[in-house]
């Protein structure tokens, strides 16, 4: 048991110089387990690839990417002056990652923007489920904080642009 232990402790160690180094499994005649990166003659093994493990760091912190996967926020907006230009600011200020729909860019878009929020008047926040008609800037930083999202811009995200979908 003592072997098993030494030998998997040599093979972890071994392992950021051995990137997808090919370990062999087999079990000894007293039924311990062994892993090696040479196969044993004339017995049985089983053939694994290790490969280094990479954890995603980008796209923000933790909190930041679970709010953009569960609650993807979209702003309708055009051209309509200070309070479409409020509600991106308030946005931005957040950090928040968007995408921008201009429902006077198609008839499409109008059709889509009026299914959604009754008519057509913008601004109109989606924050995942939840859909809110017109800037009020309390209402929607209460609907962005309860969908996970930051007061502050998260400085680990690069790009804050809006996106288009």
């Known amino acids: 048991m003592k072997l098993t232990a030494l030998v998997t ?5 071994a392992l950021p110089v051995a990137h997808a180094a090919k370990v062999y499994q087999w079990k000894d005649a007293n039924g311990n387990v062994v892993f090696s990166d040479q196969p ?15 954890i995603q760091t980008s796209g923000g912190n933790f ?4 709010a953009i996967r569960k609650n993807p926020v979209t702003l309708w ?8 230009d409020s509600a991106r ?7 928040v990652p968007y995408s921008m729909r201009n429902p006077q860019a198609s008839n499409g878009e109008m059709e889509e923007l009026k299914r959604i ?30 969908a996970g999202y930051g007061k502050t811009a998260d400085p680990t995200l690069k790009d804050q642009a809006a996106k288009k979908p």
């Open 9 to 13: 402790l040599g093979l972890l160690l």
């Open 40 to 54: 044993p003659p004339g017995q049985k093994t089983e053939q694994r690839e290790i490969k280094s493990n990479v």
């Open 63 to 66: 909190a930041t990417r679970e």
């Open 77 to 84: 907006s055009n051209s309509c002056g200070d309070t479409c």
């Open 89 to 95: 600011a308030l946005l931005t200020k957040r950090g």
């Open 117 to 146: 929020a009754g008519d057509t008047v913008v601004p109109v926040l989606q924050v995942g489920g939840s859909t809110l008609k017109g800037f009020e800037e309390n209402s929607w930083s209460n609907a962005l904080d309860a």
